[in-house]
């Protein structure tokens, strides 16, 4: 049986300002200045804060309910201050430079990765000292209540064989990840209206927010719960996921496009990419390491993305065929003219090499218990 503790509510502000100027230095150069500063403040429940667990005394503060002050231990940053600049550079009539560099911060709610906090659904089982096929109790009596706890003091001991949900945020700064975001691209003006250009695009992905399970031991050490960290503090023996932004990203690529811009009838652009993506997990938010959550080995986790791709070739295009009224071979006969003049014909192509592949094994198997 369960029920639901509490209504589970979530109430988060977003604040940003930016201020950004384009100056054309010169008839070559032109400049691109921006300054953009956020701040997140940490959401709470409408009537009061949120909830966070300390793992290493098994205490589940109450934010804003007893002496837990409102934020329940946990800090945000206000110094989220955002740069972007870019430029380009014209040299003669045909080639022209750009670069730029910004930072983004990621704006996820919180509301998703930290709904659902301890306690806000209770469960509790009867099991029929009978058979598998008994009763529990008479009908006049019924199944018992759900045990609730006593939330007036702001602290709570987390029973063993429940986790706070999802994961718990630590106490101190929580660190919002953002991403960096550069680029050198040069472009030529081609004979027969093409352009083409070649650039450097790379990111790097700072503070990605990420689960961990902290009560985990590393490979070899044995698949007996007894071994675990929280087990020998005070005997929990479950999963224990603490939530910040410790993860790390990085893409690099060399971009080729050329475009040929219509004429004749025809449009057309290619592209290609050679590319490659690191990360600690695909995702950031609601996602945890991809193999290791002990901490001598959460390093190991740092490897080519799920997502990347080493190659990367598109092409696509639009012919006007030069049949018809106003075209090249114009049509002179009125109905031959509606069925022949006027095609069009478009069409893509994608070509791409495959996704990284992982050889796992169970935690039993190695042997570590929390491990792939």
Excluded at 210 to 218: F, K, M, P, S
Excluded at 230 to 250: E, H, Q, S, V
Aim: net charge positive.
């Amino acid at each position: 049986k369960s029920i639901q503790f509490f209504e589970m509510k979530t109430r988060e502000w977003q604040l940003a300002w930016y201020f950004r100027d384009r100056w054309q230095v010169n008839r070559r150069l032109t400049l691109n200045l921006g300054l953009r500063y956020e701040y997140y403040p940490l959401i709470h429940r409408g009537d009061r804060g949120i909830e966070r667990w300390d793992p290493y005394t098994n205490i589940v503060y109450l934010g804003g309910l007893g002496s837990v002050p409102r934020n329940a231990g946990i800090e945000v940053s206000k110094k989220l201050f955002a740069p972007r600049i870019g430029f380009a550079y014209r040299i003669g009539d045909k080639n022209v430079i750009r670069a730029g560099y910004g930072i983004t911060y990621d704006p996820i709610p919180f509301g998703r990765p930290l709904r659902g906090l301890y306690p806000a659904t209770l469960s509790a089982s009867w099991v029929t000292p009978v058979s598998v096929y008994g009763w529990y109790n008479t009908v006049d009596q019924g199944i018992p209540d759900v045990p609730t706890p006593d939330i007036s003091k702001g602290t709570l001991t987390l029973p063993l064989s429940f986790d706070m949900g999802p994961r718990s945020p630590w106490g101190g700064m929580l660190h919002r990840g953002y991403i960096q975001s550069w680029n050198f691209t040069i472009e030529r003006q081609l004979p027969w209206n093409i352009v083409g250009s070649a650039g450097y695009v790379a990111t790097r992905t700072i503070h990605q927010l990420l689960d961990r399970n902290i009560n985990t031991v590393g490979p070899g050490l044995g698949v007996s719960t007894a071994n675990l960290p929280l087990a020998k503090l005070y005997g929990k023996t479950i999963a224990a996921n603490m939530w910040d932004g410790w993860g790390y990203g990085a893409y690099d690529s060399l971009q080729v496009n050329v475009k040929k811009s219509y004429s004749d009838g025809l449009f057309m652009t290619v592209s290609y990419t050679f590319g490659k993506a690191l990360n600690f997990a695909d995702d950031t938010g609601w996602a945890g390491p991809k193999a290791f959550n002990w901490e001598g080995m959460l390093r190991r986790n740092y490897s080519r993305a799920g997502y990347d791709r080493t190659h990367m070739f598109t092409m696509g295009w639009v012919y006007e065929l030069p049949f018809g009224q106003g075209r090249k071979f114009p049509i002179a006969n009125k109905w031959a003219d509606y069925i022949a003049g006027g095609w069009k014909l478009s069409g893509m192509f994608s070509a791409y090499s495959g996704t990284p592949f992982t050889v796992t094994g169970s935690g039993q198997s190695l042997p570590c218990i929390g491990c792939t």
